[in-house]
């Protein structure tokens, strides 16, 4: 009995796969890409902390820049590994810069959630054939 549940979730989350995934791309893409376009306001909060941190203004531009560009190629399920890689590396960085200059857990916590989302999602790959005979 429990042999046969635990068949038929597989089944049906092999099934759903596909649409679990691009619902979480797309609920983390909107979350890092908002926060991407708020970097390139010189007037915005993002502004002063990175002054705060001491990082160059071209910095900020460029994570925001990386942070809605790998947003967009998470919504893309062929490019959805190589855009989770991205913003993984650069939650990572903001958690590095968070520990070093203080945070606190809630956000520390909030930014290691997110590294590993997009961590997980570099590893799918749905289009792999391989894959999902493996899951068969």
Request: hydrophobic letters at 55%.
């Amino acid at each position: 009995m429990l042999t046969k549940t635990i068949l038929n979730l597989r089944i049906f989350l092999t099934k759903t796969q596909p649409v679990l995934l691009w619902l979480l791309g797309a609920y983390l893409a909107y979350r890092l890409g908002i926060n991407g376009i708020r970097k390139f306001d010189p007037d915005g909060m993002w502004t002063k902390a990175f002054i705060r941190w001491g990082y160059p203004v071209w910095f900020r531009i460029f994570i925001g820049v990386l942070e809605v560009g790998g947003g967009l190629l998470v919504l893309i399920p062929k490019t959805r590994p190589l855009g989770a890689l991205i913003l993984a590396v650069v939650m990572i960085g903001a958690l590095s810069t968070r520990i070093i200059f203080g945070t606190s857990l809630d956000d520390a916590m909030a930014i290691a959630f997110n590294a590993i989302a997009f961590l997980f999602l570099a590893s799918i790959l749905p289009h792999d054939r391989q894959y999902h005979q493996n899951l068969q």
